[in-house]
């Protein structure tokens, strides 16, 4: 069993399933199986075209190819649903590989060796799409020779077929490299944009402290120039003035007059910019809606979800100030690096502090854990636990993202698999029981 599970891991890991649901969509398939189905119709219907391809056994291999868009248009429209998504997909492309060979035994030359070249381009392009792996290979290559040699018909056509084959084979290793590439890049994208968003929300931090030193600098300038007015207003209207020097003193009045309407202006400005940019959230209530997000509900009947996050013990009402977007990013991170490693669940654990004047949440997966060699340094920048496919980015973008919250993120003991414990400060307003 661990063998078997270790063979689909390496299908659902062979190939980029958005680039997938880019190139393939359910509009594309609907159109493709039209023109197959036409062609059928034609092969079958049409005397002059089936005398000349020699097709039989029509309805059977309709309802075969018919399978096959099924199977795709199930697997488009389970996509969120990784383990079933991953297993119609494999079924549909077992069911066009073998219904091309099906094709080539129920027609006769030259429309057999056509269908043998339509099954060799099928074929390397399935190679480009998926690295190699065993369940493909048994579809693509396995499953159509098997048919080829079981129905025995002639020589060419177990060659045309072995041809198929290879070129799947050839096309899947050759393509490795550029796919990795394309993830990769997708990859440091992603990374990138997160840091991007990161490096915005410091500098709105920043300016929100400006704006504060800025706004405290004009209250205590409009504060000085009130006894600057009344001192100018005093001298004004003592007698024995010239009337240039009144005049002076008028003009002196209006200029700070004109000066503190100015910093009145300034300060209410600045507090209406602080004001919108104070932001705060409630703890317990953004967690269970993150982890709903993170961990969608299993339609009746369908299998457990391969990974599952859930909130477990007291959940303490607590009000963070700050972006409950750094929080979801955060945590976002930190349940798919847990995924990526292998584990099935993440649970995290709340509690306050002392003096009510911050919280803690522990996180916990039961994955193989995090190697003692990169503890130390794991939550920094390009540092990952993965063999494969990690950049880096993940664990320190989630380090970041709690500091803007005033918080701290630092790995933990676990005897399971890898914990983190996650610090943030506010203030606390009664505790509530939270269920996963």
Request: with cysteine; charged share 20%; glycine share 8%.
């Amino acid at each position: 069993m661990r063998g078997l599970a270790e063979l689909w891991a390496g299908f659902s890991r062979c190939y980029d399933p958005e680039r997938l649901r880019r190139e393939v969509r359910p509009s594309a398939v609907l159109a493709f199986a039209a023109f197959v189905l036409a062609v059928l119709f034609a092969m079958s219907g049409v005397d002059s075209v089936r005398s000349f391809t020699g097709f039989h056994h029509a309805s059977e291999l309709v309802a075969l190819f018919v399978l096959g868009v099924c199977l795709d248009l199930a697997s488009h429209r389970l996509w969120d649903r990784r383990t079933a998504r991953d297993a119609l997909a494999l079924a549909g492309v077992a069911a066009y590989c073998a219904f091309v060979p099906l094709v080539m035994l129920a027609t006769t030359s030259p429309t057999r060796y056509v269908f043998g070249l339509l099954f060799g381009q099928m074929a390397a392009d399935y190679g480009r799409r998926f690295s190699f792996n065993w369940p493909m290979v048994g579809a693509v290559t396995a499953l159509p020779l098997a048919i080829a040699l079981i129905a025995w018909r002639d020589f060419a056509l177990v060659v045309l077929v072995a041809f198929g084959a290879m070129m799947h084979v050839y096309a899947s290793l050759t393509t490795r490299g550029q796919r990795r590439l394309v993830q990769e890049k997708a990859g440091l994208e992603s990374a990138f944009e997160l840091a991007d968003r990161v490096a915005s929300s410091s500098v709105d931090i920043a300016f929100s402290a400006t704006l504060a030193e800025a706004g405290a600098f004009a209250h205590h300038l409009s504060n000085a120039m009130t006894p600057v007015l009344s001192n100018i207003r005093f001298v004004r209207e003592t007698g024995g003035l010239d009337p240039e020097a009144r005049e002076a003193l008028v003009e002196a009045e209006r200029g700070a007059r004109r000066s503190v309407e100015l910093l009145t202006r300034l300060l209410e400005t600045l507090r209406a910019r602080s004001e919108s940019s104070r932001l705060t959230f409630e703890l317990s209530e953004t967690l269970c809606s993150l982890v709903g997000a993170l961990s969608p509900a299993s339609p009746a009947g369908a299998a457990a979800p391969p990974f599952a996050v859930r909130v477990e013990g007291e959940v303490p009402r607590f009000v963070v100030k700050g972006d409950p977007e750094h929080l979801r990013l955060a945590l976002e991170n930190l349940a798919r690096n847990s995924r990526e490693a292998g584990a099935r669940s993440l649970v995290i654990r709340g509690k306050l502090l002392s003096a009510g004047e911050g919280v803690q949440l522990w996180l916990e997966d039961d994955g193989p854990g995090i190697p003692e060699p990169l503890r130390p340094q794991l939550l920094q920048a390009l540092v990952t636990s993965q063999k494969s496919g990690g950049h880096g980015f993940g664990l320190y973008l989630s380090r970041r993202l709690v500091e803007l919250l005033g918080g701290r993120l630092v790995l933990g003991a676990s005897d399971h698999g890898a914990a983190f414990e996650l610090q943030l400060p506010g203030s606390v307003l009664v505790a509530c029981k939270a269920g996963g």
